[in-house]
C-alpha cells in the first residue's frame, strides 16, 4: 500500500504564530512580498487594532498573481518560485525565500482575504479566502479545499491582503515598533533609490518619519568607508568632519589580526562584495558651535535613539534586528567598554552594512530574525568590525603622533578659536591627502578638555588602593549575604552561592579597567551590575527591575564604586527581605533619572520597614554585628558617593539619603551624583 506524507493543523501553529516573535515582522513581511512582485508603493493599514479582533490591510501597486500563481506559489510552503527568478522585470533582486514568513504573517488573524489583480491579465481579480477555524477540524492540512475566484475588475493592478480578526492587538509599544520599521525598512540615509516607498496610516509613523527626516548626518566627527571587493579584499577610508580624508587602508591594514599577527594576502574575506559606512558624532555643544551649525545640538540625541546603530541591507531593504535598539551585532558597546578610547557607541554613530549579494550566501533564519550564522555571514561581520579597529587605530595614531613629524597646513595653523588660546599646536597627520584641518575631536582635545554643562571639568581624584578595597570588600559582603540561610531553602539548596562563582565575581569587580576614575554612562554600568545580579536574586525568588533614563547619564567615578554602590545596596535589600521574613512577592526596583541637575540613583524594595536597623543607624553607618552587610555595606556605599561627588566630608542629603518608604512601599535609598555632559 502506498502512501504518503502529511501534516496535522498544528504545523500551522509552529509554522505560524510561533515563528514570529513579534507582529510588526509578519506586517514587514508581507511588505517585502510587495517590493518581490515589483510594486512601487505599500500601504499597510490597521482598523480597531488596539485590542485583538482588529483588522490588517497590506495593498500594493505591484505585477499581482495569476491563479496560476497564487495556487503554485503563495499557497505553496517551502518552496518559492523567486530564488529560480531572481530579478523582477525592473532588474530588482528578489529577497524573498520559501514563503514561511509569509504563512506566519497571514496566521496573524483568523481569517484571511487575498485579492490580487495580475499585469499580465488586464481586467481580472482573483480572490482567495482562509478561514483558519476550518483546520481546526481535520486531521491533515490537506483535508481543507481552498478556491481561487475570479471577476472581471476594472482596477488597475496589484494585490491586496487582508487580515481579519488579529489575535494579538497592536498596543502603542508595538505601534511605535511597526512605525519604525516600516520607515526604516527601505532606507533613511538620503541616498537611496528603491524605487520602492512604504507608509503606515498612523500617527505613530508620522511622529516617527518626523525623527528620522531631520538628518543629522553631516554633522558627523568621523566618517569610515570600508569596502569588500568580488575577489573578497578589504579597502578603508576615514574622513574628517570636513569631509576630507585623513587616512586610507588597504586590505593588509583592515584584515584582522590573529594570533600569528596580521592576515597576509591571498586570505582574504570569505563574504559577498559589501559596502560598510560609519557616521561618528561628538555629542557636545562646541563641536557645533565650531562648525556654525545651524542646527541644534539638543535635537541630536534624539535623532540616534531613532536611527543610530549599525543597520544591515540586503537587496535594498534593511533587515531585522541588525540596528535595531539593543541589538549591537559588532559589540561596538563592548568595544567601547573594554577601550573607550577614539570607539564609537551605538548611542554615538549611525551605520549602514550595504549587500547585495546575488549568489544567496546569506541564508534568513526561519524566524526572521536576521540570517543565520554561516561562513559568510561571520566573515561580512568580522569584515564590519574589523574595519571599525581600523579606524580606532588610526584615530589614536594621529592623536598621539606615531608617524613622522608631518605637521598641519597652513590652513590648519590659521585656525583660531575665540577663546584666547591662539593657534592650534600641529600633530602628524596620515596619508598624503590629509592636508585640510585636524578631526574636530582632536582639535578639542587640544584646546582644551570637552565641555561639561553641570560641573567643573576635573574628575575626582582617588588613590587606586581605596578603590581596590571598595570592590574587594564589597564582594565580601555580597558572598556574606547570599551564604546566609534564605527563608524557604535550607543551607543544601541551591539558593546558596559557590565560593567559585564569587571568585569569578572578584576577579570581575577588581579589573584594572574598572580601577579607573572616568566619565561612565550610568545606564550602562547599571544594565551590566544589574545582569551580574539577577542570576543571583533569581535563586532566592527575588525579581529585579530596572528602569532607566532616556538618554546617556554621565557621571564622574569608577566602574568598580559604581557596582560596589549597586551590589552593597542589593545585599543591605537582601538582608531587610530575610529580616522580613519573605512576606509576599520580593522584589528590588532600580530606577536611573535625571533631577535639578544631579544624576539620581534609586534603590527599593517591597516589604516595608528595616529590621533591627534604624534610618539614622544606616544614614551614619551602622557597624553593629547583627546589621551584617547592611552596615559595613552601606558604609562602602557612602564612601563611594562621597569620592564621586567629590566632598569630603558629604553634605548630608545631597549625596546619599534613606527614605522609609519608597515608590515600592519598603525602604528607598537614594544617591544624587553630579552630572556630566548631559542635560537634566
Same mark, same amino acid.
Given at each position: 500500500?502506498? #502512501? ?40 499597510? $493599514? ?34 518559492? #518560485? ?103 525598512? #527601505? ?41 569588500? %571587493? ?11 568632519? $570636513? ?84 541589538? %549591537? ?6 568595544? $567601547? ?18 549587500? &547585495? ?30 574595519? #571599525? ?104 539548596? %541551591? ?17 584594572? &579597567? ?10 550602562e554600568v547599571t544594565i551590566n551590575a544589574l545582569g551580574t545580579l539577577r542570576a543571583l536574586l533569581e535563586r532566592r525568588g527575588v525579581s529585579i527591575e530596572k528602569h532607566l533614563w532616556g538618554e546617556p547619564v554621565y557621571v564622574a567615578g569608577s566602574v568598580s564604586d559604581m557596582e560596589a554602590i549597586f551590589f552593597n545596596l542589593t545585599a543591605s535589600l537582601m538582608s531587610v527581605f530575610r529580616a522580613g521574613g519573605m512576606s509576599g512577592d520580593p522584589a528590588i526596583s532600580v530606577r536611573i533619572r535625571v533631577d535639578g541637575g544631579r544624576a539620581v540613583i534609586e534603590f527599593s524594595n517591597s516589604i516595608p520597614g528595616i529590621a533591627d536597623v534604624g534610618i539614622v543607624e544606616i544614614q ?33 542629603? %545631597? ?26
Amino acid at each position: 500500500m502506498s #502512501t504518503h506524507l502529511r501534516f496535522a493543523p498544528e504545523i500551522l501553529i509552529r509554522l505560524g504564530e510561533e515563528l514570529i516573535p513579534h507582529p510588526d515582522l509578519g506586517v514587514i513581511e508581507l511588505v517585502r512580498n510587495a517590493y518581490d512582485a515589483d510594486a512601487k508603493r505599500c500601504i499597510v $493599514r490597521l482598523h480597531n487594532a488596539t485590542q485583538p479582533g482588529g483588522t490588517l490591510v497590506v495593498e500594493d501597486d505591484g505585477d499581482g498573481m495569476t491563479a496560476e500563481d497564487i495556487r503554485e506559489g503563495f499557497l505553496l510552503i517551502g518552496k518559492s #518560485t523567486k530564488p529560480g527568478s531572481p530579478e523582477t522585470g525592473s532588474n530588482r533582486r528578489r529577497i524573498g525565500e520559501k514563503g514561511l514568513g509569509r504563512l506566519a504573517a497571514l496566521r496573524l488573524g483568523r481569517r484571511v482575504e487575498l485579492v490580487s489583480r495580475p499585469r499580465g491579465e488586464p481586467g481580472v481579480e482573483h480572490t482567495l479566502v482562509i478561514d483558519w477555524s476550518d483546520y481546526d477540524s481535520v486531521r491533515s492540512v490537506e483535508e481543507v479545499e481552498l478556491t481561487v475566484l475570479s471577476k472581471p475588475t476594472r482596477r488597475p493592478p496589484g494585490t491586496s491582503v487582508t487580515v481579519h480578526r488579529l489575535r494579538q492587538s497592536f498596543d502603542n509599544e508595538q505601534m511605535e515598533r511597526l512605525a519604525r520599521a516600516v520607515r526604516l525598512l #527601505t532606507g533613511f540615509f538620503n541616498d537611496e533609490d528603491t524605487g520602492f516607498t512604504v507608509s503606515l496610516i498612523a500617527p505613530h509613523f508620522d511622529r516617527v518619519s518626523d525623527a528620522v527626516n531631520r538628518s543629522f548626518f553631516d554633522e558627523f566627527e568621523y566618517k569610515l568607508e570600508a569596502h569588500i %571587493d568580488e575577489q573578497g579584499f578589504a579597502s578603508a577610508v576615514l574622513y574628517d568632519w $570636513r569631509g576630507q580624508v585623513i587616512t586610507r587602508g588597504e586590505h593588509i591594514d583592515v584584515a584582522p589580526e590573529s594570533a600569528g599577527g596580521r592576515l597576509q594576502s591571498p586570505l582574504r574575506y570569505q563574504a559577498p562584495p559589501a559596502s560598510f559606512e560609519l557616521w561618528m558624532f561628538l555629542l557636545n555643544k562646541r563641536s557645533f558651535d565650531l562648525r556654525d551649525s545651524s542646527r541644534r545640538y539638543t535635537d541630536l540625541r534624539p535623532w540616534l535613539r531613532v536611527v543610530g546603530g549599525v543597520h544591515l541591507f540586503h537587496r535594498g531593504l534593511r533587515v531585522h534586528p541588525y540596528g535595531d535598539p539593543g541589538f %549591537d551585532w559588532l559589540d561596538l558597546n563592548l568595544l $567601547r567598554a573594554r577601550s573607550p578610547e577614539l570607539r564609537p557607541s551605538t548611542n554615538t554613530s549611525i551605520g549602514r552594512v550595504v549587500v &547585495d549579494d546575488s549568489d544567496g550566501l546569506l541564508v534568513p533564519k526561519t524566524d526572521r530574525m536576521g540570517f543565520q550564522e554561516n561562513a559568510a555571514f561571520i566573515e561580512l561581520r568580522q569584515f564590519a568590525r574589523s574595519a #571599525t579597529d581600523w579606524a580606532a587605530r588610526e584615530r589614536k595614531r594621529i592623536r598621539d603622533g606615531e608617524e613622522t613629524g608631518r605637521y598641519p597646513s597652513v590652513r590648519q595653523r590659521e585656525l583660531k578659536l575665540d577663546r584666547g588660546h591662539g593657534e592650534i599646536p600641529g600633530k602628524p597627520i596620515g596619508g598624503e591627502e590629509a592636508a585640510g584641518m585636524l578631526p574636530l575631536a582632536d582639535l578639542l582635545a587640544q584646546v582644551s578638555k570637552p565641555e561639561i554643562e553641570h560641573d567643573d571639568l576635573s574628575l575626582p581624584t582617588v588613590p587606586r588602593e581605596r578603590l581596590l578595597y571598595r570592590a574587594l570588600a564589597t564582594v565580601g559582603m555580597l558572598a556574606t549575604e547570599f551564604a546566609r540561610e534564605w527563608p524557604g531553602h535550607s543551607n543544601e539548596s %541551591d539558593g546558596l552561592v559557590g565560593s567559585a562563582e564569587f571568585a569569578e565575581l572578584a576577579a570581575n569587580a577588581t579589573r584594572s &579597567d574598572k580601577l579607573q576614575v572616568e566619565v561612565a554612562d550610568l545606564n550602562e554600568v547599571t544594565i551590566n551590575a544589574l545582569g551580574t545580579l539577577r542570576a543571583l536574586l533569581e535563586r532566592r525568588g527575588v525579581s529585579i527591575e530596572k528602569h532607566l533614563w532616556g538618554e546617556p547619564v554621565y557621571v564622574a567615578g569608577s566602574v568598580s564604586d559604581m557596582e560596589a554602590i549597586f551590589f552593597n545596596l542589593t545585599a543591605s535589600l537582601m538582608s531587610v527581605f530575610r529580616a522580613g521574613g519573605m512576606s509576599g512577592d520580593p522584589a528590588i526596583s532600580v530606577r536611573i533619572r535625571v533631577d535639578g541637575g544631579r544624576a539620581v540613583i534609586e534603590f527599593s524594595n517591597s516589604i516595608p520597614g528595616i529590621a533591627d536597623v534604624g534610618i539614622v543607624e544606616i544614614q551614619l553607618g551602622s557597624t553593629s554585628e547583627d546589621s551584617g552587610p547592611v552596615g559595613h555595606g552601606l558604609m562602602i556605599v557612602k564612601d563611594a558617593v562621597s569620592d564621586m561627588c567629590g566632598m569630603r566630608p558629604m553634605i548630608r542629603g %545631597d549625596g546619599f539619603s534613606v527614605h522609609a518608604t519608597g515608590e515600592s512601599g519598603g525602604v528607598s535609598f537614594r544617591i544624587r551624583l553630579p552630572l556630566r555632559g548631559v542635560s537634566a
